[in-house]
């Protein structure tokens, strides 16, 4: 269900893969975003988002932590958080923030069922 504080419309879930953001969200489960544009509030510091990179015309998602004029990684697995400049332009690749985190949820396992 989509998040009643956002129009449905503007809501999308993607599937976390890899270990960027593990101290949050775990490897195959879904962030749920609500696109920039619809947000209507302000970006905090430590906010998840989903970032877009394009580069000679490939366009990459990844989930990131908002640190002001950075994205940044939050991984268990890494001894060293790993940054990316916001406006970065080098080398031809644009880095933009295309939507806002607002909840998670995980898949069912194969052979699972919901029950009432």
Avoid at 86 to 93: A, I, S, V
Avoid at 103 to 112: E, I, N, R
Wanted: glycine share 10%.
């Amino acid at each position: 269900s989509p998040v009643s504080n956002f129009p449905a419309h503007a809501q999308y879930a993607r599937k976390v893969v890899g270990n960027s953001v593990s101290n949050r969200i775990p490897d195959g489960f879904y962030a749920i975003f609500v696109r920039f544009d619809s947000f209507g509030g302000r970006i905090m510091p430590g906010d998840l988002v989903d970032c877009m990179r394009t580069r000679s015309g490939l366009c990459e998602h990844t989930v990131k932590v908002f640190d002001v004029d950075r994205l940044m990684t939050d991984s268990k697995e890494l001894d060293r958080q790993v940054s990316i400049p916001l406006g970065h332009n080098d080398d031809g690749t644009v880095v933009e923030i295309v939507g806002i985190a607002v909840g998670t949820y995980s898949p069912l396992m194969p052979g699972a069922f919901r029950t009432k």
